[in-house]
């Protein structure tokens, strides 16, 4: 396979991922998108494939790139198959830890036999600016894989190691010490561009590990969507580096779009939740989340009803707004919600989705849900495009949603104060479906749930919406 050939397939994938980014941005053209980037993909791999048998000049050696093709492959589809839609964000934590620790193994190896990568003669020095690709590239790739592996047992919710739990973990003087390993980082990259020592690139390895969990576990539960679309750019910024490393204009160009699409939506995310987006980038919020109490453990009334009420309420209305939730993911209710608002439609009241950009575990995780139950994209409303409208709305139903729909946002001195919510409160009447009065992930009691206009309806969000769905006449 020529060079020249190889140039231009690559060229064609980067197109390919390109249309791909583009397709992803609206949920009616995400199929398509997801083809282009399917596509670009192939040709990638196939392109490296060819490449790699074309320069091979041992017949062991093609075998275990071939392996890792056909074992990578197989991995991927059994798990694609077996994930659940609520475990969605911990397979995309799972996916960007395993792209930075490619990223360290690729530059440890290239710093063994740089020749193999034809970035130096065999037996000379790697050039500088290799080198500082290289370290780079491992650095940010380590930082990925640990903060990765922190952010899904965040994310999974079921180990009890302290490290894995929701509530952020801080001590005194930590941001010092991510400052210092900082520091000490830098001054090892720069050991290793002037000495190219072993000794030297795997410090700054090691001190990317350290770092990576340093970063993220004083990170609450609550602002998890913002971690993994963090963890994203990272991914991204680290394929990039080692792309730059071995003159891959593939990996460059697929790193960099990872990098700073993962960077936009990260500031998307930071924007929707009232956050810094310097502070998230150094790991430095979530530490409020500690501080925030949710009623000082007094019981207050709250009026409840069943799901024969809310049927009655919802029968009688002619406009509803449905804000799910990860409530929703939970009880794997959206095809249950769907039939419901089908229902509603036929009897000629007007149904709308509200999605809130950081409702659930990762960013448009209740737009994947929908799209799942292939809810119409025209019911679907962004937060922006719908928060207007909730004043004239008859009912407001809140499925397993809880801090992106509380009003405490609009109070100074709350913990979430200036976060943008879902003006679900300025509804007519509000029926929230929750397990439980337990507080969200930000650790507040949300004053939405004790309006006169409120009625809780206890339950699964399954069940609770499938006896809706029946009892509506």
Known sequence: MSMNLVVFLYLVASVCFIQALKGLSHPTTSIRGNIFGMVGMAIAILTTAGLIITLSESALGLGWVLLGLVVGGFVGTLMAQRVEMTKMPELVAFMHSMIGLAAVFIAIAAVAEPWAFQIAEPGGPIPGGNRVELALGAFIGAITFTGSVIAFGKLSGKYKFRLFQGAPVQFKGQHMLNAALGFASIFFMFGFWHSQSWMDILLVIALGFALGVLIIIPIGGADMPVVVSMLNSYSGWAAAGIGFSLNNAMLIIAGSLVGSSGAILSYIMCKAMNRSFFNVILGGFGGDEVAAGSSGGQQRAVKSGSAD??????????????????????ARAQHAVKELAEKLTDMGVSV??????????????????????EVPYDQVFEMEDINGEFGQVDVAVILGANDVVNPAALQKGSPIYGMPILEAYKAKTVIVNKRSMAAGYAGLDNELFYMDKTMMVFGDAKKVVEEMTKAIE
């Open 352 to 373: 709308r989705y509200a999605i809130h950009p950081v409702a659930g575990r990762m960013p448009g995780h209740m737009n994947v849900l929908l799209a799942e139950a």
């Open 309 to 330: 009420d809310a049927a009655f309420i919802l029968g009688n209305a002619e406009t509803v707004v449905i804000v799910p939730g990860y409530g929703l993911a939970v």
